[in-house]
């Protein structure tokens, strides 16, 4: 049928031409086909995906980015939710499930309104104004400030996150050790930071009234107080280890750890600062410790075959003079990504020194920040001689060669300085391991989030019921044609509390009608006995709704905003196209 268009065109296109209701209906059951692939996922109670590649590499995950991510998805339309799942990701860190089905459930309700008439414009128009109120709807009514947040909101929130992974039945451990571990990262925010933070998410009333004198002036000082945290996630090192349980994972808080082992067995198994010695002082190379050799394409023309010995041992002095530079430095540990050669090694065990060879450049760049040294690339200085810069040297209380699982790692305690910590996983193999990854990488970003805005509000469908029900009271004051459109945001934003009843095995039509009547109570009447309605949620283990806000299942309301945000444009971006051409690849003349 698409064959003879390009000719009924009048183009002479190499390819073919869709346009109109055909290509909607495609690009809608596209995005449909991806979202129910990672539909069942949702919800503290929902399904692992396996995904098996074309090596035969197995991956079992219930991270709806990562699903994505390993899907080859061919369809455009199909691969802009992909790319949203990524966004949702990098931008929050949780929530890319519920994300992808809001944006599907937007284009599916889209593209019926318009079969029924409507035009996309007037759809379009209508979402963002519904996103505008709904957006509005949660800063006034939903979210909780929290001034002072403290320890329990946070592992509140770490829990509610992880309740869908592999670790949800080890919430309780693994929600402190995300608390604590994003918490020991903590450094003061600077100026840049706080202008690019979203100042919008998060306002401060409480500090100005207390800060009013009889002076204007008086303002300012308050505005100082007020110090702005950041808490980067990149400080965060998290190590794989195989072996023992998930629960025997550790926090190794202002410490470090490295997957590398001593380069020698003469070499000392830990270094410990002392008061005459001082702290432990670490070189952090990217080079080879190795036996100095000519340049490639460099010839030596000797006449006395005695030079050749001359020239073999002024080669080996080269290597010895670099290491004894670093030794005076006063380095007692060297790591190095490149190798180290027996020759070096000698020199290194003679003065009692841990070496590593082989390390991962990127660790090392974390040890540099966290203990305050530079990662040396070469010892040239600018008048061509070689020396080693002590301030290159990064510092600690102790460097140790632990045990752990089948291997040896180099633990560095009492960095000295910027925040950095470990964690160390332990799992009984690959696929748990990664997995446990994952869920903790979606938690800690969830601790961060919440740490940097301050604000909370309930889970469990809670938020989305809340404006379902506010979306359609406000669609009946519009005289115009977006109503509909609006009065399908309203419907389509009940996709999450119907999945998540869904994936729990219990009756999602009674369960969002309690929670639909529940929030419409709250709304409508101005007391405070039903005020606390708001916070209703589903309570998805008894199959009841519940206070949310009260049992602690609570998210970050950046998140929330986020997502919605999201997921309208990705819907707009597919609403738009009306006309898709797709060129044939060329033919290669054999």
Do not use: W
Not at 392 to 417: H, K, N, P, S, W
Request: net charge negative.
């Amino acid at each position: 049928m698409a064959a003879p268009q390009p000719a009924s065109t009048g183009l002479f296109l190499n390819g073919q031409r869709e346009t109109g209701q055909d290509v909607r209906i495609g690009n809608v059951t596209a995005a449909v086909a991806v979202a129910n692939i990672v539909k069942t996922s949702l919800g503290p109670v929902g399904l692992d995906k396996m995904l098996v590649d074309d090596i035969g590499d197995v991956l079992i995950t219930n991270d709806g980015a990562t699903i994505l991510q390993q899907l080859e998805v061919e369809h455009p339309a199909a691969r802009v939710l992909v790319d949203l799942a990524q966004l949702q990701d990098s931008e929050v860190g949780d929530g890319t499930t519920s994300v992808v089905i809001i944006a599907a459930e937007l284009l599916r309700r889209g593209n019926e309104l318009v079969k029924n008439g409507l035009h996309p414009t007037t759809i379009i128009s209508g979402y963002r104004t519904a996103l505008k109120a709904a957006v509005s709807h949660i800063k006034k009514g939903l979210v909780l400030k929290v001034s002072e947040l403290n320890d329990e909101h946070l592992i509140n929130a770490a829990k509610t996150s992880m309740s869908s992974k592999i670790i949800g039945k080890e919430s309780d451990f693994f929600a402190k050790l995300a608390v604590e571990a994003v918490k020991s990262v903590k450094m003061k925010a600077t100026t840049a930071d706080v202008a690019g933070s979203s100042a919008g998410e998060r306002s401060t009333p409480a500090v100005a009234p207390a800060a009013t004198a009889e002076n204007g002036g008086a303002d300012v000082p308050a505005k100082k107080e007020k110090i702005r945290h950041k808490y980067p996630l990149s400080a965060l090192h998290v190590l794989k280890a195989h072996g023992k349980s998930s629960l025997e994972s550790s926090l190794l808080a202002g410490g470090f750890a490295i997957n590398a082992m001593r380069a020698a067995q003469g070499m000392p198994t830990a270094v410990e600062s002392s008061p005459e010695a001082g702290p432990v002082k670490i070189a952090m190379l990217d080079m080879n410790l190795q036996r100095h050799r000519m340049a490639m394409g460099v010839q030596v023309i000797v006449k006395d075959p005695a030079e050749i010995e001359n020239i073999k041992k002024r080669e080996m002095d080269i290597t010895k003079e670099r290491i004894r530079k670093i030794i005076d430095a006063g380095a007692r540990v060297v790591l190095t990504t490149k190798g180290v050669d027996d020759l070096c090694m000698k020199y290194f065990v003679e003065a009692g020194i841990i070496c590593a060879r082989r390390c991962n450049k990127d660790d090392l760049k974390r040890l540099a920040k966290a203990t305050g040294g530079k990662v040396v690339v070469t010892m040239a200085d600018m008048d061509g001689n070689e020396t080693f810069d002590t301030d290159c040297l990064g510092t600690c209380d102790a460097v140790r060669e632990e045990r752990i699982g089948d291997g040896e790692m180099l633990y560095a305690y009492g960095c000295q300085g910027g925040g950095a910590s470990t964690v160390v996983l332990r799992g009984a193999n690959e696929y748990m391991l990664d997995e446990m990854d994952r869920a903790l990488h979606d938690s800690l970003c969830v601790v961060k989030r919440m740490l940097e805005s301050n604000t909370l509000v309930p889970g469990g469908g809670a938020v989305e019921a809340a404006l379902s029900v506010h979306l359609e009271e406000y669609s009946t004051t519009l005289d115009s044609r977006e109503q509909l459109a609006i009065q399908e945001y309203a419907d389509a934003l009940l996709v999450i509390p119907k999945t998540l009843a869904v994936n729990a095995a219990k009756d999602s039509s009674e369960l969002v009608a309690k929670l639909r009547a529940a929030h419409a109570k709250s709304q409508k009447s101005g007391d405070s006995e039903n005020e606390l309605l708001k916070n209703t949620g589903l309570d998805l283990i008894e199959g009841v709704i519940r206070d949310n806000l009260t049992a602690g299942v609570v998210e970050p309301a950046i998140s929330k905003i986020k997502s919605l945000r999201f997921a309208t444009e990705a819907a707009i971006t597919i609403l738009r196209i009306d006309d898709r051409i797709t060129l044939t690849p060329e033919q290669k003349q054999q």
